[in-house]
């Protein structure tokens, strides 16, 4: 005992820290400090989780093209707690998403960003940012087939953005080619680059909660006013501050360590998420499906028309972008309860249930072919010989059943084909079967003079009665 408060008296004498660090973790909160605040530090836990787990797994991680599909597997299968440490990464990246979102919709709802708090609100976004950032580098270090399509998709995007797209793709992925010197790339955003970034805006966002002090709970009617808010709110905690430890830090531990728990829970009883086949170049329809928080991106350019995807893909985040900077910035002061800002209650509730639609859409992807389409029945093809007959059968063995519906019958990547008749002459069916089109691929080589005939012949047939 002695041995240990001489140690901790030498290290006080020479670093001062005993000070700050009592200061930091005692420093007084508003009362009422309820279970909403515990958010932050379940961000900061998970993060602690991926630290640690992230470490083990760079310790059997190859980052090469040729060896990052099977030191993944062999983590997966044969590492003793590999499976484990895998999952628990996964469900940590998942939380610290699924945390992040939460705080800022409780931050934004109870006005929190308001003065003095503008600088929280905006180094929370760039963690916002740099998290998903760091999500999405995560994925393609499965470097799966799934993974590396992710890529293509991405910087096909991002050849899309104007003047700089070029430049993007080659620090993204370092050229045309999506190879060894992209993953060595992602790898190194992954392990270096996105935690320094990450952990220097957590010591900024931390310095800043500490700073402006913890927001006291919005009362309906006391509006912030940048004159007399600071020293109102110093008043308030000299009046009926509390200790943060321990009279508010209890909640934040007891959640922080159900938090652990369930990522461990989680990990045990699902394991890992699966990893597909490795890469295979020839395999150019296949459709990236990233992890649950980025799907519904995905979803929202797997449903858009084409025409409009350019456009979509270069605003839309940027659009993102500057609403989110853009909320300090246009309501500074005012009132910050909910009751008087409907419009903050309705925009939530806009953005979840988008995010959610979308992400549901992204699940069910109606948008890939459907390989268990049945065959059509001799009453939905209205014959059971000739050439209609026939062409039917075409239809089902070309693979056209996958992408298009007929009556009901089929998959939804293509436009629902049963009265295709009425809209197109035969002529226009041959040339679109032959030359394919956008997301449809072409049947010239593919298909026999008399096949095609006979699908035209039973394309033709399917009119509206
Ligand atoms: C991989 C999925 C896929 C397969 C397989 C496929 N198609 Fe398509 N098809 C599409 C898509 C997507 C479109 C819409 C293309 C566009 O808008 O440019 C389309 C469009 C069409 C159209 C035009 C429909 C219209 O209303 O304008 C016809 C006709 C058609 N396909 C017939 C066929 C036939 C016949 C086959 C089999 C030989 C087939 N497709 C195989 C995806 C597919």
Redesign the pocket.
Known sequence: MKIIGNLLAWLEERTGLKQPIIHAITHPVPPGSKWYYVLGTAIMTSFIVQIITGIALSTLYVPSAGEAYESVQYISTQAPFGALIRAMHYFGASAMILFTGLHMIRVYLMGSFKFPRELNWLTGVALLFITVAMGFTGQILRWDQNSVWTVAVGSQQALRVPFIGKLLVEVLVSGGEVGSATLSHFFSYHVFVFPALLIGAIVLHVWLVLHNGISEPPVVGEPVDPKTYRQKYNDMLKREGRPFWPDAAWRDIVFSTLVVIAIFALALWLGPPAIEKPPDPSIV?AQPKPDWYLLWYFALLALLPHEIEDWVIVLAPLFVVLIFLSVPILAPFGERSPRRRPWAIASVAFIVSFVLALTIEGFREPWT?NFEAKPLTPEIIGATSGPIYQGAKV?DT???L???TISGHGGK???D?TE?GS??TNDQ?TI??VNG?????A?AGN?SAQELKD?TAF?DSRKNH
């Open positions: 329809n072919p239809f070309k693979g056209c996958y992408c298009h990547r293509g436009p084909l295709v809209r197109l069916l679109r079967i089109g956008y997301n449809m691929p049947y298909i699908l394309l």
